[in-house]
């Protein structure tokens, strides 16, 4: 079946640790994107890459870097300089630009602090 | 600046009434897209519906349905005689289509918990 892939499911990290979240997609999209999920606040964007070996910052980039190496995978590494890395964190993809192309998620990785 | 207001954070209602969500938004622009996600307790945002500005048609998707009325930028999402699986957290989202090169993203609600109660 095609989709997106996340993992791990569960991820924990120790202080001053950079840990990397994974996703994979075979869906052939160009686009994808990571979103943070804190209770209460809906999501927010994170980093997103049209094409690979490019991509951009979003609303909240601090403490975090992606690399699009290949088509299909767009990881996240969450680094030390993210001082409250604690959140539920969803990748997505989507054929072409976000303006009007809906968006296919992933399951979702939840990271947490040792 | 964009914005999505989804000010009902929990609704709790009886399995067969029908229930709806509110969504307004906020935009400079005249060409906008918008969106309506699911996501169960699984974690994964599931797409419900695009609509893009200029088509203020209400759409209807079985139980589902969509009321888009941009003279008071709302895209509220209906659904009828409510089952148990419809329970989960729904989102509204908006993007612009007037994007410059770096400036491509959706702004989400802050999404509403739906429980159907059996």
């Known amino acids: 079946d095609g989709g997106i892939t996340q993992s791990p499911k569960y991820l924990f990290r120790k202080e001053g640790q950079n840990v990397t979240l994974s996703c994979e997609q075979n869906l052939n999209h160009d686009a994808m994107y990571w979103y943070r999920q804190d209770p209460g606040q809906g999501l927010r964007l994170i980093y997103y890459?049209?094409?690979?070996?490019?991509?951009q910052k979003g609303d909240i980039a601090e403490g975090y870097s992606v690399s699009r190496e290949k088509k299909e995978s767009f990881p996240l590494t969450v680094t030390s300089a993210q001082k409250n890395p604690t959140a539920f964190y969803l990748c997505?993809?989507?054929?072409?630009?976000?303006?009007?192309?809906?968006?296919?998620f992933g399951d979702g990785t939840r990271l947490s602090i040792l | 600046a964009q914005k999505v207001t989804q000010a009902q954070t929990e609704i709790s209602v009886v399995e067969k009434e029908d229930v709806t969500l509110d969504c307004v938004y906020e935009?400079?622009?005249?060409?906008?897209?918008l969106f309506w996600y699911k996501q169960p307790p699984s974690g994964e945002l599931v797409f419900l519906i695009r609509?893009?500005?200029?088509?203020?048609q209400n759409e209807i998707s079985g139980r589902y349905s969509w009321n888009f009325q941009k003279s008071t930028s709302s895209f509220n999402f209906t659904i009828t005689a409510s089952q148990v699986v419809d329970s989960a957290v729904y989102f509204c989202a908006l993007s612009e289509a007037q994007s410059n090169f770096g400036n491509e993203k959706l702004t989400f609600g802050t999404g509403t918990r739906l429980t159907i109660i059996p």
């Open positions: 935009t400079r622009d005249t060409t906008y897209y």
């Open positions: 997505a993809s989507s054929i072409g630009r976000v303006r009007d192309q809906p968006q296919h």
């Open positions: 890459s049209q094409i690979v070996n490019d991509f």
């Open positions: 609509r893009n500005s200029f088509d203020e």
